[in-house]
């Protein structure tokens, strides 16, 4: 069974920065795809970012170009989110995921999630 565990949210000022963590376990981290997601209140779960299993090919949701940041590293069993410019819309709870790629199309297929790490961002 997979586990994947988040580190880094918590509260920051709007303009501020904050680098999340997820650190898996249990499964060979380099096969999977990775992402982030998240999940404001009252609202659906939205995809962040995601990394390719070897890290060479990144994807981001408009709302986070040009503002954060996917890496992975392999030797670590860890993914990053690196997040700068932070909005107040930004303000969710954060999961990291493993998952795999379809060759038949872009989509990210999430089938192991952490349990979230809160991200405030205050104006």
């Known amino acids: 069974q997979v586990q994947l565990v988040e580190s880094g949210g918590g509260l920051v000022q709007a303009g501020g920065s904050l680098r999340l963590s997820c650190v898996l376990s249990?499964?060979?981290?380099?096969?999977?795809?990775m992402g982030w997601f998240r999940q404001a209140p009252g609202k659906e779960r939205e995809f962040v970012a995601r990394i390719s299993t070897s890290g060479g090919g990144t994807n981001y949701a408009d709302s986070a170009k040009g503002r954060f940041t996917i890496s992975r590293d392999n030797a670590k069993n860890t993914v990053y989110l690196e997040m700068n410019s932070l909005k107040p819309e930004d303000t969710a709870v954060y999961y990291c995921a493993a998952g795999t790629m379809s060759v038949f199309s872009s989509t990210f297929r999430p089938q192991q999630w952490g349990q979230g790490t809160q991200v405030t961002v205050s104006s």
């Open positions: 249990g499964r060979t981290f380099s096969i999977y795809t």
